[in-house]
């Protein structure tokens, strides 16, 4: 079912909007990018609310004191306990064996629609 979340200048690089799906919550996310991903907003460690955690990005390292940026606002870290989620596949990025379910997110006119 797709659902229309909002319009596609009011969210931009680095936000996020949380939607309900029934009883769960869904994060959509703008990346630093400008590309948009969909999260469930349950953290599968102990329940966190990941709309209330923050948009992050991640770093590769390289020769000393030079970092490259591989993921520009695509890591969902949740509040409680810091765990982080690459909202593109939904892993978690330092316990793999831990996942959030993503949804398909469209632009479509000036809108932006999850399917849920």
């Known amino acids: 079912m797709k659902q229309v979340v909002c ?3 009011d969210l931009g690089p680095g ?3 949380v939607i309900s799906k029934g009883r769960a919550p869904v994060v959509v996310i703008c990346s630093g990018n400008n590309d948009y991903y969909a999260v469930r907003g349950i953290c599968p460690h102990q ?3 990941l709309g209330a ?3 992050t990005s991640l770093t590769a390292p390289g ?3 030079v ?3 591989v993921k520009h606002g695509e890591v969902l870290r949740c509040p409680w306990h810091s765990f982080d989620y690459d909202v593109k596949t939904g892993r978690c990025i330092s316990d793999p064996s831990l996942r959030i379910r993503t949804y398909p997110v469209l632009v479509e006119g000036d809108h932006i629609v999850v399917d849920l």
Do not use: A
Request: avoid cysteine.
């Open 63 to 65: 020769e000393p004191g």
């Open 67 to 69: 970092y490259e940026l």
């Open 15 to 17: 936000q996020m909007l």
């Open 47 to 49: 329940g966190g609310m």
């Open 53 to 55: 955690g923050q948009l």
């Open 7 to 9: 319009r596609h200048e």
